[in-house]
T-cell receptor
Framework: AQSVTQLDSQVPVFEEAPVELRCNYS??????LFWYVQYPNQGLQLLLK??????LVKGINGFEAEFNKSQTSFHLRKPSVHISDTAEYFC?????????????FGTGTRLQVTL | DSGVTQTPKHLITATGQRVTLRCSPR?????VYWYQQSLDQGLQFLIQ???????AKGNILERFSAQQFPDLHSELNLSSLELGDSALYFC?????????????FGPGTRLTVT
């Protein structure tokens, strides 16, 4: 079964500093990878996704992620964070086989941005 | 606003009871997914429907069932509720079925079982 591991449960960072949220996946086949953000009392919003092609993926709100097959990683980065980026971030993997779809999520990383 | 609507927003009920959660997908989306988010289990996939038919099943208890109606809205039925069923239940939808299609999430229904 596919799975993702988010290595940090919480990441505190000062405003305007860079941040990296780590995600490692395990799969013996090709995968699709996603990063979602959940703001307090809201649903999940897609930040970016990797399906194939360029390993550097750009998403919304200035976030980007790099797919690294040799290290089975898909880390999320932002060069300068804002207070409004405070939220829970989830890495997810999707099975590429068949026509069914399900996302398997990591345990989440709480990004806390302070002044 | 993702375009996915869920009702009710909050639900408080007692153990042993039965509840129904409702989801309306984005206009034009044929697939509906249900996820459960709890503190101890995290975000877990429950079930997927595509154009009225069950397409994939995850960690869904036998006490839980779902269906998708001809107008494509979906309902998740939870019965014989236990304290451990307290969670946030999300519905998501996508244009069709297939792993590359983005899933759009609704705001969720918070279920509290007392």
């Amino acid at each position: 079964a596919q799975s993702v591991t988010q290595l940090d449960s919480q990441v505190p960072v000062f405003e305007e500093a860079p941040v990296e949220l780590r995600c490692n996946y395990s799969s013996s086949v090709s995968v699709y990878l996603f990063w979602y953000v959940q703001y307090p009392n809201q649903g999940l919003q897609l930040l970016l996704k990797y399906l194939s092609g360029s390993t550097l993926v750009k998403g919304i709100n200035g976030f980007e992620a790099e797919f690294n097959k040799s290290q089975t990683s898909f880390h999320l980065r932002k060069p300068s964070v804002h207070i409004s980026d405070t939220a829970e971030y989830f890495c997810a993997v999707s099975d590429t086989t068949g026509t069914a779809s399900k996302l398997t999520f990591g345990t989440g990383t709480r990004l806390q941005v302070t002044l | 606003d993702s375009g996915v609507t869920q009702t009710p927003k909050h639900l408080i009920t007692a153990t042993g009871q039965r509840v129904t959660l409702r989801c309306s997908p984005r206009s034009g989306d044929l697939s509906v997914y249900w996820y459960q988010q709890s503190l101890d289990q995290g975000l877990q996939f429950l079930i997927q429907y595509y154009n009225g038919e069950e397409r994939a099943k995850g960690n869904i208890l036998e006490r839980f069932s779902a269906q998708q109606f001809p107008d494509l809205h979906s309902e998740l039925n939870l019965s014989s509720l236990e304290l451990g069923d307290s969670a946030l239940y999300f519905c998501a939808s996508s244009r069709t079925s297939g792993s590359s299609y983005e899933q759009y999430f609704g705001p969720g229904t918070r279920l509290t079982v007392t």
